[in-house]
């Protein structure tokens, strides 16, 4: 049988090893306190939450079709739509923060909707559009078009007032009174728009709007949380 022999230490080498240790289990402390820190940045600022907005209305949105996530940055609401059994497709000029997320049912498009004629999608092809904390007007009649019947709409972004507040101050990326009724009118059908200022996740002035394109019944009972 095999005799089990603990390796010698010596009394001179045993303050030097007890030093190593307390030295190992330090770094080990730093190290988690660190990951702690950033999954906390990562799953559980307000940042990375998905906008209320977006969360009251979420459940109208079809699943006849992809959801189309405009401007998708880091993809906080790639992932919240995904997270609800919905495919995406999401849509940026830098998608270096889209590649975290894994799953099959997401598409990505690396694209400068800046650039005139850059749209590289067909009319209808969407149930369900999303664009939050981003503004390019010119967009606006090729996002209706994209829009499926009885699809939905999910806009909001900075408005005028929010000068008052911080970034942005460019009137490019403010929208005007009522510019989100304007966009709809005559297109979509209008369920919930508000402008108004809010805290959270920072003090700013918002305009926000869920429409859709003429809903299959208007006399269907919304199941929304108020
Ligand atoms: C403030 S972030 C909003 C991200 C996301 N919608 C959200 O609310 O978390 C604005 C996003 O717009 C994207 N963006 C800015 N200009 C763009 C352009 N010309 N074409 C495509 N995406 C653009 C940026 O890369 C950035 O990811």
């Given amino acids: 049988m095999h005799e089990f022999k603990p390796h010698a230490i010596l009394p001179e080498q045993i303050e030097g090893l007890a030093q190593e240790l307390l030295q190992a289990s330090k770094e080990c402390l730093l190290n988690i306190a660190a990951s702690k820190s950033r999954m906390e940045k990562q799953n559980f600022t307000p940042y990375v939450r998905a906008s209320p907005w977006l969360q009251r209305y979420s459940s109208l949105i079809p699943n006849f079709g992809p959801i189309l996530d405009i401007a998708a940055g880091s993809g906080r609401h790639t992932q919240y739509l995904l997270d609800k059994g919905h495919s995406v497709v999401s849509i940026d ?109 920072k003090p700013a002035r918002i305009q926000r709007i869920c429409a859709s394109r003429h809903p299959p019944d208007r006399n269907k009972r919304l199941p929304i949380n108020t």
């Fill in 93 to 201: 000029k830098d998608v270096s923060r889209l590649a975290r997320i894994r799953d099959a049912r997401l598409s990505i498009a690396q694209v400068n909707l800046e650039v005139p004629r850059s749209w590289p999608f067909k009319s209808g092809a969407f149930a369900g559009i999303i664009v939050t904390n981003y503004l390019h007007r010119p967009l606006f009649p090729i996002i209706i078009k994209a829009l499926a019947a009885g699809g939905l709409l999910v806009y909001e972004t900075f408005a005028q007032g929010n000068e008052k507040f911080g970034k942005p101050t460019n009137p490019d990326y403010l929208l005007e009174p009522g510019e989100l009724i304007q966009l709809t009118t005559g297109h979509l059908h209008i369920i919930g728009y508000e402008d108004v200022a809010v805290d959270q996740p």
